[in-house]
């Protein structure tokens, strides 16, 4: 980031809603010779079910294998489109840390993206047991401006062939890798057991939680 004068995280939903339509457009445009088809390290959910026994369980790593069936490599990805990678002057915008990048999944940076406005602490309020579900107890609501992005991300994927599923099914992904990578990076979010339960809860019920997308 140094190295990018006159920029600052885009960290609005404003920013974010006029950054992502430029984003789709952009990364389906560059006709790349392929580096290489490679999975987001969340479908190895078996190997990691021996380090996070607690994390993985029987029902979550059938659903990931159908998940991983369903993931289709079609465009260009970043790879780690959180918002602290993307950075505006107010008119344009910069996208930083490529590292990861590869071919994959249209979906993935958006989801992958809103993984990282609902893991931002000061977003997100958790409530357990408010709301009366099935099987789940889980309910969570992000603040005004966070709930306006997904909902506006969500809305780009279902008019398109992608679905309700699988964009809040791979957003139940996204989060879960997020926080798998934040333990063995040594690091633990605030509330990561009902964050957890949310990953758990989007990925296996994905049709519980339209009502917060519509």
Do not use: C
Request: charged fraction near 25%; proline fraction near 3%.
């Amino acid at each position: 980031m140094e190295y990018v004068k006159d920029y600052d995280k885009a960290f609005t939903s404003s920013n974010l809603e006029r950054f992502l339509p430029l984003w789709q457009a952009s990364i389906g445009a560059y006709p790349l010779e392929n580096p290489g088809k490679i999975y987001p390290w969340i479908f190895e959910s078996e190997m990691h079910s021996g380090q996070f026994p607690d994390e993985i369980d029987r029902d979550l790593v059938a659903r990931i294998k159908t998940l991983k069936r369903q993931y289709r490599f079609s465009t260009l990805v970043h790879g780690d489109l959180k918002y602290d990678n993307i950075l505006t002057n107010g008119a344009s915008f910069k996208v930083i840390d490529w590292e990861f990048s590869t071919w994959g999944d249209e979906v993935w940076d958006t989801v992958y993206l809103s993984a990282s406005l609902i893991l931002s602490n000061s977003a997100l309020t958790i409530f357990q047991d408010t709301v009366e579900f099935k099987s789940t107890s889980w309910f969570f609501i992000l603040n005004e401006e966070q709930l306006a992005f997904l909902k506006f991300a969500y809305a780009l994927f279902e008019e398109g062939k992608t679905g309700v599923s699988r964009f809040i099914s791979f957003l139940g992904l996204a989060i879960l890798q997020r926080l798998l990578e934040s333990k063995m990076g040594r690091s633990k979010y605030d509330h990561y057991d009902y964050y957890r339960g949310i990953a758990r809860d989007l990925i296996l019920r994905p049709r519980i939680y339209k009502k917060f997308f519509v």
